[in-house]
């Protein structure tokens, strides 16, 4: 385990398993990288294959499951709360809340092909160090911590806006996650509602939104929607009427029409095509 007295308490610790026993805490972000083995990771409703690789955050307000085919290897590192608040990065303005963003679809929060032997260098330096304990070890692994975040936070941007950058105006990032936190109610997002919510004027919110994400906001709802609603099809066994209540449709008919107005596909063929891809052609 690692302490530090200012940052409360950071953890990290190997774990192999073939019962998956780690609770979720409310004041944790949790990384929990697969070493080796494999199985399904439960989250959020949806079933996500994992094999050796596999880096996740769970975030303190989602529980998580892994169903393990067997023994499985992983490393988990635990950071505060208060540790993303008070920690001076450089660069980064609102880690909590991207964090956090990471949460809204499943599956390995690593999609750079170069980040991924990165990572895999680093969990294996942090492995050793956590065996080894030598001098001032402590202090490496909240280093080894630390480029984790950053990492991870890095490719969780680069599924921002094509515009989303480190000099982005900070306030954008806060209201695209309240888009993400409250994308299943469309109430909440209606342009006069997001406005006064962040105290931009009403008629000058669809410009700003546009000057700094680089596409209209409707259609960044609706793109946003849609990934999620794919999602849903493909990582779990719900029914197109029950995603109809979900993403705050009034009908099949409804969900179906929005879809295929971007897809030009009904939800129908989508899944087909998930189920049985050399028939989408």
């Known amino acids: 385990m690692i302490k530090n007295q200012k940052y409360e308490q950071i953890e990290a610790y190997f774990l192999k398993t073939d019962t998956w026993s780690v609770k979720s805490n409310v004041s944790f972000f949790q990384f929990v990288y697969v070493i080796s083995g494999e199985g399904i990771h439960h989250h959020n409703g949806n079933l996500i294959p994992f094999k050796e690789g596999y880096l996740v955050l769970l975030t303190p307000d989602k529980e998580n499951y892994f169903d393990l085919n067997g023994m499985v290897e992983f490393l988990i590192m635990k950071f505060h709360l208060s540790y993303l608040r008070d920690y001076r990065w450089k660069t980064i303005n609102y880690l909590e809340d991207l964090l956090y963003t990471a949460d809204q679809t499943s599956g390995t929060i690593i999609t750079d092909e170069a980040d991924k032997v990165l990572i895999a260098k680093i969990v294996e330096s942090l492995i050793l160090s956590l065996d080894g304990k030598k001098l001032y070890y402590q202090d490496l692994n909240l280093h080894y911590i630390?480029?984790?975040?950053?990492?991870?936070?890095?490719?969780?941007?680069?599924?921002?806006?094509?515009?989303?950058?480190?000099?982005t105006d900070n306030k954008i990032e806060s209201i695209l996650t309240?888009?993400?936190?409250?994308?299943?109610?469309?109430?909440?997002?209606?342009?006069?509602?997001?406005?006064?919510?962040?105290?931009?004027?009403?008629?000058?919110?669809?410009?700003?939104?546009?000057?700094?994400?680089?596409?209209?906001?409707?259609?960044?709802?609706?793109?946003?929607?849609?990934?999620?609603?794919?999602?849903?099809?493909k990582f779990s066994d719900k029914r197109i009427g029950e995603l109809v209540e979900e993403f705050g449709f009034t009908?099949?008919?409804?969900?179906?029409?929005?879809?295929?107005?971007?897809?030009?596909?009904?939800?129908?063929?989508?899944?087909?095509?998930?189920i049985n891809p050399k028939n989408s052609d």
């Open 146 to 167: 630390n480029s984790l975040i950053v990492i991870a936070a890095r490719n969780i941007s680069e599924k921002k806006p094509d515009r989303f950058s480190e000099t």
């Open 251 to 274: 009908d099949e008919s409804h969900i179906n029409k929005f879809y295929k107005k971007y897809k030009g596909i009904t939800l129908t063929c989508f899944r087909k095509t998930m």
């Open 178 to 233: 309240y888009i993400e936190n409250n994308i299943y109610t469309p109430s909440l997002l209606k342009m006069e509602v997001i406005s006064k919510q962040f105290g931009i004027s009403s008629n000058y919110f669809s410009t700003y939104f546009k000057k700094q994400c680089g596409e209209n906001y409707k259609d960044y709802i609706a793109n946003y929607k849609l990934k999620l609603i794919e999602h849903r099809l």
